[in-house]
């Protein structure tokens, strides 16, 4: 099973300016559109999984994340295909072969556009990811600014990496993100 082990931080554009001048390591540009699905009846919000589709410069990632534990999340992705052509595949890793029963009653739910600017941190005795996201999110025919700050464990010894994004989230002051980009698009959907 992927695992994905992330937190989120609230930004302002000035925040992720600093962070990219200041945060050293190799850094790589992204433009994301993404587009999450769901049924009409949110089988899978209400089973805290999220389905999306993203193209990340112009290169298609579809992507099953399931819960595991509050900061730990399944995920699952196959490239180069649609979302469609995605769900078998997706269906088998995640373990939710009634995932290929409800596909054909998958509709777009919200979305997000934004730019992404990924940092590869290599710490002591961990390696992570910095991104700076910043854009959009889309939902109800509305949109609300995204300006966002994550780190993202990648390998070596998770309790290293969690007391780094303590001291980087002290040091920068920043506000913990409780909720997903698909969680507060899909609010914005629902008129919320």
């Keep these: 099973m992927g695992k994905e082990l992330e937190l989120k931080?609230?930004?302002?554009?000035?925040?992720?300016?600093?962070?990219?001048s200041e945060i050293p390591g190799r850094e790589t540009q992204y433009q994301m559109q993404t587009t999450y699905y769901d049924t009409?009846?949110?089988?899978?919000?209400?089973r805290r999984c999220t389905l999306r589709?993203?193209?990340?410069?112009?290169?298609s990632v579809c992507t099953l994340k399931t819960p595991v534990s509050d900061t730990e999340r399944g995920?699952?992705?196959?490239?180069?295909?649609?979302?469609y052509e995605a769900i078998a595949p997706l269906a088998e890793a995640g373990g939710m072969k009634d995932l290929i029963e409800i596909a054909g009653e998958l509709i777009p739910v919200c979305g997000a556009?934004?730019?992404?600017?990924?940092?590869?941190?290599?710490?002591?005795?961990?390696?992570?990811?910095?991104?700076l996201d910043q854009g959009v999110l889309?939902?109800?025919g509305k949109e609300?600014?995204?300006?966002?700050?994550?780190?993202?464990?990648?390998?070596?010894?998770?309790?290293?990496f969690l007391a780094y994004a303590t001291a980087f989230a002290a040091k920068y002051d920043?506000?913990?993100?409780?909720?997903?980009?698909?969680?507060?698009?899909?609010?914005?959907?629902?008129?919320?």
């Design 75 to 83: 995920e699952f992705d196959v490239a180069d295909v649609t979302i």
């Design 174 to 192: 920043l506000t913990t993100e409780k909720l997903s980009k698909f969680a507060r698009a899909a609010a914005l959907a629902k008129g919320e």
């Design 144 to 160: 609300i600014p995204l300006c966002e700050a994550e780190l993202e464990y990648k390998a070596g010894d998770e309790g290293l």
């Design 113 to 131: 556009r934004f730019q992404r600017i990924a940092k590869e941190i290599i710490g002591d005795g961990f390696v992570a990811e910095l991104a």
């Design 9 to 20: 931080f609230a930004a302002t554009g000035c925040v992720l300016e600093q962070l990219r």
């Design 53 to 59: 589709c993203r193209l990340e410069n112009g290169q």
């Design 40 to 46: 009409p009846q949110g089988e899978l919000s209400h």
């Design 138 to 140: 889309l939902g109800g």
